[in-house]
């Protein structure tokens, strides 16, 4: 279930932020980033300090009652019709488009969901279709490896936000292969002041230990100089 591009009438002047837990455990700076550029760009940002986990991580696992306990707390905390902007694509995903699943049988929490999914949005798709964001080449030469995971893709339908804020970096140029059902990362080579390129070659998928049929594409990136991984988790 994609969800296309959403549009605002005017420029919010205030948006929330919800942080998610692998910014609040796991990984504080790019969610510091996030949170710099959006005000950087005239944004205010609301952090509701009582945020928690958006309940995934037990609804993933088959655990829906304590995923709906956990998505419950989160249903209070975003009175203010602003968008809610979320840096990750699978925790954005699960408030859009799980949430008034979620809350099925209980009409007035589902109400509520269905009001906060049509306010989220994932951090790139907001940069790019909301703000018009321009990002400004101020690095060097780096090789970028861009993984866009599978809820960008799938569930949200912003895989190619990411891919535009390095194009808007640099002149690029990508080739367009894939391999198997599933797109690979583009190689994209820069030729102006940055180069943000690609590895051009990928190796041969592995074949894992008691596997028939075809390989399954758990194959690592290619290490190379000046290595720059960026994930859209």
Same mark, same amino acid.
């Given at each position: 279930?994609m969800?296309?591009? %959403?549009?605002?009438? %005017?420029?919010?002047?205030? !948006?929330?932020?919800? $942080?998610?837990?692998?910014?609040?455990?796991?990984?504080?700076?790019?969610?510091?980033?996030?949170?710099?550029?959006?005000?950087?760009?005239?944004?205010?940002? *609301?952090?509701?300090?009582?945020?928690?986990?958006?309940?995934?991580? $037990?609804?993933?696992? &088959?655990?829906?009652?304590?995923?709906?306990?956990?998505?419950?707390?989160?249903?209070?905390?975003?009175?203010?019709?602003?968008?809610?902007? !979320?840096?990750?694509?699978s925790?954005?995903?699960?408030?859009? *488009?799980?949430?008034?699943?979620?809350? $099925?049988?209980?009409?007035?929490?589902?109400?509520?969901?269905?009001?906060?999914?049509?306010? !989220?949005y994932?951090?790139?798709?907001?940069?790019?279709? !909301?703000?018009?964001?321009?990002?400004?080449?101020k690095?060097?030469?780096?090789?970028v490896?861009? *993984?866009?995971?599978?809820?960008?893709?799938?569930?949200?339908?912003?895989h190619?936000?990411?891919?535009?804020?390095?194009?808007?970096?640099?002149?690029?140029?990508?080739?367009?292969?894939?391999?198997?059902?599933?797109?690979?990362?583009?190689?994209?080579?820069?030729?102006?002041?940055r180069?943000?390129?690609?590895?051009d070659?990928?190796?041969?998928?592995?074949?894992?230990? &008691?596997?028939?049929?075809?390989?399954?594409?758990? %194959?690592?990136?290619?290490?190379?100089?000046?290595q720059?991984?960026?994930a859209?988790?």
């Amino acid at each position: 279930k994609m969800n296309p591009a %959403q549009t605002l009438a %005017q420029r919010p002047t205030d !948006v929330y932020f919800f $942080a998610t837990c692998v910014v609040d455990q796991l990984l504080p700076a790019p969610g510091m980033a996030a949170l710099t550029l959006l005000e950087r760009e005239g944004i205010r940002v *609301h952090f509701p300090e009582e945020q928690t986990c958006c309940g995934q991580p $037990a609804y993933t696992s &088959g655990f829906p009652d304590e995923a709906r306990k956990v998505a419950a707390h989160q249903l209070t905390l975003f009175p203010n019709d602003w968008p809610v902007v !979320v840096p990750s694509g699978s925790c954005a995903g699960m408030m859009k *488009h799980h949430y008034p699943t979620l809350f $099925a049988a209980d009409p007035g929490r589902k109400a509520q969901a269905e009001a906060l999914s049509a306010r !989220v949005y994932e951090f790139t798709d907001f940069l790019v279709n !909301v703000l018009g964001y321009q990002p400004e080449d101020k690095g060097g030469d780096c090789t970028v490896v861009l *993984h866009t995971s599978c809820s960008a893709r799938r569930e949200m339908g912003v895989h190619l936000t990411g891919r535009k804020l390095l194009g808007a970096a640099g002149d690029f140029r990508g080739d367009g292969r894939r391999q198997g059902r599933v797109p690979q990362g583009d190689r994209r080579r820069a030729r102006g002041q940055r180069r943000l390129r690609l590895p051009d070659e990928h190796p041969r998928p592995r074949r894992l230990e &008691g596997q028939t049929g075809r390989p399954r594409e758990t %194959q690592p990136a290619r290490r190379t100089h000046r290595q720059l991984p960026i994930a859209a988790h």
